[in-house]
């Protein structure tokens, strides 16, 4: 329905309460689903519109390439930079080319539903994030190792119940504002409610399968690698001249390496260098001058120990282990590290005979045939540890 220009002309529409005008909507003539429209899309679409970057990625049709465009000119395309920004994640998008999403949609309601004008059974859906997970504050994540991971477990959960495209990476997506036909109220959802109740729809069992190509699952497991092997080697750059910088360019090598090694055959493709380089720079900074570590551990090949938990007067006091001492130090305290490795993998094997035969009972309560491969998928446990525990208890009984 169009509506005239003095239907538009609601000078104080800010100062109405959301009940106030949709009673001055609705006498002006306008249908309920024109005034949903005003009340929740289009502030929706205004916020959408305002957290877009200065030069989003545009495009009218993907397989011609995109290209970074002014905010204006873009919104004047067909698909537009829905995610991958490298200050924030505002949203999760959704590909799906399924008719399935109809009924699923209702269930958990995203924020709004985009469908194809040529082939409606597929769409594009949007579960807006309020708060969005700021990635250019450190402070915004103190406390948190990775703040990539639960968005990556809140997008393969969304993946798995939709039955989403998985080859989908989340950068472009329908442009809102230039499609007439757009479902959905503008519903927000912040992270923690949207898992909590993913969890309840969906078996965690089937999100698994889709943690590897969730939007950010790349950026996650890159970071996991990048962060654990700054960590070992950021001793060797404290203190020295340019060492930050050094640091810096030891980290973007080895993550540029991990990035074309771990995502070869990656449904997606290895990450962009951008995006490589947002990683890098996390990790860098965050590293090097925040890191204190857990224990003072000798790094690998460089006769010297990590000290970094300790304060910068402290550490001045405490000579590093070189040659004969780190030999000493190692053999004395050889013992102590044995007697903690042999009462952890105790640990470890009593949890995985816990599980294995909490798996046995069901499957033998299911009628299941039991074998190794049938316990390990059973208890999560890997099929070696299932076979050898299997052999053990036939010999016993």
């Known amino acids: ?47 959408f519109q305002e957290r877009l970057p200065r030069y989003p990625y ?23 930079q829905v995610g991958r920004y490298p200050h924030a994640i505002f949203r999760i998008v959704l590909d799906l080319d399924e008719p399935t999403w109809w009924d699923a949609m209702d269930r958990i309601p995203p924020t709004l539903t985009i469908p194809n004008p040529r082939e409606p059974w597929k769409a594009h859906i949007v579960y807006e994030l309020d708060p969005p997970i700021w990635l250019a504050s450190p402070k915004a994540h103190e406390g948190q190792a990775n703040p990539f991971a639960l968005v990556r477990e809140v997008d393969a959960l969304l ?47 089937r999100a698994l399968a889709y943690l590897d190509t969730a939007t950010y699952g790349r950026n996650c497991a890159l970071f996991d690698q990048v962060r654990a092997f700054a960590y070992g080697v950021v001793a060797m750059y404290r203190g020295k001249p340019n060492g930050f910088e050094l640091f810096r360019q030891a980290v973007a090598h080895e993550a540029h390496r991990l ?6 055959g990656h449904p997606q493709g290895p990450l962009p260098p951008n995006e490589v380089g947002w990683v ?50 190692l053999e004395a305290t050889r013992p102590k590290r044995t007697a903690n490795l ?8 009593g949890k995985a005979e816990e599980a294995l035969v909490e798996a046995l009972k069901r499957l033998q309560a299911r009628g299941e045939a ?18 050898r525990w299997l052999q053990r208890m036939r010999g016993q009984g």
């Not at 545009?58 to 002014?70: E, V, Y």
């Not at 042999?342 to 094997?349: C, H, P, S």
Request: net charge positive; aromatic share 6%; no cysteine.
């Open 58 to 80: 545009a495009t009218d049709d993907p397989r011609q390439g995109m290209r970074p465009r002014r905010k204006e000119k873009a919104l004047e395309h067909v698909y537009i």
């Open 342 to 349: 042999e009462v952890a993998n105790r640990k470890r094997r």
């Open 370 to 387: 039991i074998t190794a491969r049938a316990l390990a998928r059973e208890a999560g446990v890997s099929p070696a540890t299932a076979s």
């Open 280 to 329: 890098v720079k996390s990790v860098a900074k965050w590293t090097f001058y925040r890191y204190r570590g857990a224990k003072v551990w000798p790094v690998s090949g460089t006769g010297r120990p990590d000290r970094s938990r300790l304060s910068p007067a402290a550490r001045a006091l405490v000579e590093p282990l070189e040659g004969e001492k780190l030999e000493s130090h």
């Open 159 to 205: 993946r798995a119940y939709f039955g989403a495209d998985p080859a989908y990476n989340g950068l472009l997506g329908r442009n809102p504002l230039a499609h007439a036909h757009l479902i959905g109220g503008g519903k927000l959802w912040d992270l923690p409610s949207l898992l909590e109740e993913l969890r309840e729809l969906t078996p965690r069992r």
């Open 259 to 264: 990035n074309r090694e771990l995502f070869r």
């Open 1 to 47: 329905m169009e509506r005239t220009e003095g239907q538009n002309a609601l000078p104080h529409r800010e100062d109405l309460s959301r009940q106030e005008l949709a009673q001055t909507l609705s006498q002006q003539g306008l249908s309920r689903r024109e005034i949903a429209r005003i009340l929740f899309q289009e502030p929706y679409l205004a916020a």
